[in-house]
């Protein structure tokens, strides 16, 4: 029983702090809908991301990391924002209306969801930090290892909803302003919410 509590307290943790990762991904998923891999750079990008989420969690917990002001989580915003507007110069400029790129979608950069999965993990980090310095540590153990099958579980679930007939469809045809759209709100949102620059 000692260890179903920290099981479901974190699965419930991870769904409240990364149901909204299901959108990104799954836009992820439609663009790069048709290339070879693109799950498997997806799967990366997720776990190198949530990764540093999680470790930067855990360091902040245990003291090691008071290198990373509190007020620094806010700036994460800015990755979203500039690949948000990269992929919307590109979409306006036409980079991205080849017949047959569309046809076959887009490469899909590992390191752009990392970079997108680690700057929305801002409130994850603010949440996960006050939850792990009040359980020991083999909670915390607990923790990551249930956060870490789960981000599996949410990227098949982003997959699975980017797959659906109508939503492909919708998604296919809309992606190209949707992606840019999704990143630049993210990046403005955690910026807003996190005071940077005043806001």
């Known amino acids: 029983m000692d260890l179903l509590t920290p099981i479901l307290q974190a699965s419930g ?3 409240a702090t990364n149901i909204d990762d299901i959108i990104v991904v799954s836009l992820f998923f439609a663009r790069g809908a048709g290339v ?4 498997a750079k997806i799967a990366a990008g997720q776990y190198l991301g949530f990764g540093a989420i999680l470790a930067v969690s855990v360091l902040v917990s245990l003291g ?3 290198f990373l002001p509190q007020d620094a989580i806010a700036y994460f915003g800015l990755i979203p924002l500039a690949l948000g507007l990269y992929a919307a110069w590109r979409a306006w ?3 991205d209306d080849d017949d047959e790129e569309m046809m076959a979608g887009k490469a899909i950069s590992v390191w752009t969801v990392a970079g997108v999965t680690f700057a929305n993990g ?3 980090i603010g949440v996960y930090v006050p ?3 009040t359980v020991g540590t083999g909670a915390i153990v607990a923790y990551s290892i249930v956060f870490l099958i789960l981000v599996a579980v949410l990227v098949l679930l982003a997959k699975f909803v980017a797959t659906r007939r109508p939503i492909a469809g919708v998604l296919k045809r809309w992606e190209h302003v949707l992606f ?5 709100g993210l990046g403005v949102v955690i910026l807003v919410e996190g005071g940077a620059f005043g806001l």
């Open 122 to 124: 801002g409130d994850n």
């Open 64 to 66: 090691a990391a008071s």
């Open 131 to 133: 939850v792990f310095v």
């Open 36 to 39: 070879r891999g693109t799950t």
């Open 180 to 184: 840019p759209l999704v990143l630049i």
């Open 93 to 95: 400029r036409g980079d």
């Open 13 to 15: 943790l991870f769904m």
